[in-house]
């Protein structure tokens, strides 16, 4: 059974400093994704990293996928309140039944001045 | 261009009571998802559906929940009876088949509330 997991699951955030997130899963899937969540709202894709070494970046937020350590990791840049949100990942496959997403739990990012 | 549409928004119904919800999917979307987020963790898949077919039912509890997308475009999503652990957002999403990358694009979620 694929696992997806995240940490830490909480992270309070100073302003203007950087930080990263990571993301594990526990068999080897074909994509992965970043989604924000604001509070009561729906999820938001951010990024799809679709190979081993792939980076995409967009503002101040940039994440990587080393497809060999099942790993993603998501660097913020600079923290700014706008960025505080639930960040889950997720994967899934290419086609058909795989192209399901299984998330992990999230991680909340809290931005203090 | 328009997103995922869901309705109701909120809903609060008693144990034992029926609930439906509905979905409209993005515009050529061919293949639609339901997910159910339970508060503090992540989505999980209900049901996904390829045009009007079901390709993956397999975390669908069936002896209460069903679902159906007859002309493979609006798909609803039932509950009867309901339990007091089906208190959850109900996410639909929706992917272009052919996308490449197949983001999956989500509604705003219904919000039900079991008492």
């Known amino acids: 059974e694929l696992k997806v997991e995240q940490n830490p699951l909480f992270l309070s955030m100073q302003e203007g400093k950087n930080y990263t997130i990571y993301c594990n899963y526990s068999t080897t899937s074909d994509r992965l994704y970043w989604y924000r ?8 894709s951010l990024f799809v990293l679709l190979s081993n070494g792939a980076v995409k970046q967009e503002g101040r937020l940039m994440a ?12 913020i840049t600079a923290a700014v309140h706008d ?28 931005v203090r001045p | 261009e328009a997103g995922v549409a869901q309705s109701p928004r ?24 339901w997910y159910q987020q339970i508060l503090g963790q992540g989505p999980k ?11 993956d039912d ?15 475009v ?6 009867q009876p309901a339990k007091l652990e089906d208190s959850a957002v109900y996410l ?24």
């Open chain 1, 83 to 110: 960025l505080s949100a639930t960040y889950f990942c997720a994967v899934g496959g290419s086609t058909g039944a795989n192209s399901k997403l299984t998330f992990g739990k999230g991680i909340t990012l809290s």
């Open chain 2, 10 to 33: 909120y809903k609060i119904i008693e144990k034992r009571q029926s609930v439906a919800f509905w979905c409209n999917p993005i515009s050529g979307h061919a293949t639609l998802y």
């Open chain 2, 58 to 72: 397999s975390q669908l509890p069936k002896d209460r929940f069903s679902a159906e997308r007859l002309k493979g």
């Open chain 2, 45 to 55: 898949l209900l049901i996904q559906f390829q045009n009007n077919g079901v390709v």
């Open chain 1, 37 to 44: 969540q604001d509070p009561g709202k729906s999820l938001e």
């Open chain 2, 92 to 115: 639909c999403a929706s992917s272009w088949e052919l996308a490449a990358q197949g983001t999956q694009y989500f509604g705003p979620g219904t919000r039900l509330l079991v008492l």
């Open chain 1, 64 to 75: 990587s996928l080393d497809t060999k350590a099942r790993l993603s990791t998501l660097h």
């Open chain 2, 74 to 79: 609006d798909s609803t999503l039932k509950i």
